[in-house]
């Protein structure tokens, strides 16, 4: 394979007239060797992004460019997809049926003119290096899905491209291949050392997968970095709603301390991230809460609505909490109690994160 390139988003635009949808000044970039995911709602503008960076919309405003690893950069916002040399992994992978799994590895490069021993060769090196050696004779009728999307991404690979690019890549594997599937795709991209963005409406697959996350918005960068920091440091209600489960509650900081406030009782943590200023919500994970039995003190008092099984925990559903929005989701390590009994809620000592009561513009 080449040395990877990566890729930068300068000032990125692309407007619908009537719909209202696409990007707005998208500026990002992506490290050499890189993995990273594209997530956001229907309408966030992700499908649009990819296919600017690949060439199949140009954008209205912005510039799109490769860098090298010694920092050189070509604009190629104006060039064709084919001159781009990245490679494309789709949602329904496009494979032949008509083709054995080694021709459709090998047609890219029929299309770039490489002799035919070269061009089989090649394609028998990239089944190996997707963990399909031995399988280009078959039919790719004759291939689960996990193997399909295996066969898709050494065709996409086999031509050395500059950048990987990946729409929903996941989304038609059942939910255990998927988790199988996700781990071996981020081990194959590393291992190989591919540039790679990838569109995902499942924050799971781009967790599995990524090494930092980009969140849009109705056409706008929420934020962009590492999944840990998506989850642990949402820098808006918009990101903490869409990245994991969790309910809101006003909060304010006081020093390391959160203060959180339901129904005139508080309760404090420590503070893990604050962003935006004046009034401020805290973000509350299932796992920062605890259901104990009704008590006296620093407690939101609730009803059980549900009680759900996850393995080594319990989650449960509390409503009829004085003072609050909504149910809270509390994670426990007991099934102690039932539909309808009567519970406390605390904090538990784990850090929480605090967002700005509105949306930044």
Partial sequence: MREPSGLRLEGVSRRYQGSGRGV???????????????????????????????????????????????GAERDITREPPQRRGFGMVFQHYALFPHMSVQENVAFGLEARRVPKAERLARATEALAGVG????????????????????????????????????????????????????????????????????????EDAFAVADRVAMLCAGRLEQVGTPEALYQAPASQVVAKFVGRGTFAPAAADGDTAIVTIGGVSQRAPLGSAHGT????????????????????????????????????????????????????????????????????????????????????
Wanted: proline residues 6%; contains cysteine.
């Fill in 278 to 361: 004046g009034d401020r919500w805290a973000v509350l994970r299932p796992e920062s809460l605890t259901a104990v039995e009704p008590a006296t003190g620093e407690a939101w008092h609730g009803t059980v609505q549900t009680r759900r099984f996850a393995g080594d925990h319990y989650v449960y559903r509390v409503g009829d909490i004085a003072g609050a929005a909504e149910p809270l989701e509390v994670m426990c390590e007991h099934g102690n109690f039932a539909e309808g009994d009567a519970v406390a809620v605390r904090l538990r000592p784990k850090p929480l994160a605090l967002v700005a009561a509105q949306r930044a513009s």
């Fill in 24 to 70: 707005e000044a998208l500026s990002l970039d992506v490290r050499p060797g890189e993995l990273l995911a594209l997530i956001g709602a229907s309408g966030s503008g992700k499908t649009t992004t990819l296919r600017m960076v690949a060439g199949y919309e140009p954008p209205d405003a912005g510039r799109i460019a490769l860098v090298s690893a010694a």
């Fill in 132 to 203: 399909l050696a031995g399988y280009g004779p078959r039919a790719v009728q004759a291939l689960s899905g996990g193997e399909q999307q295996r066969v898709a991404l050494a065709r996409a690979l086999v031509i050395e491209p500059n950048v990987l690019l990946l729409d929903e890549p996941l989304s038609n594997l059942d939910p255990t291949l998927r988790q199988t599937t996700r781990d071996e795709l981020r081990e194959m991209l590393h291992r190989l050392h591919v540039t790679a963005m990838f569109v995902t409406h499942d924050q």
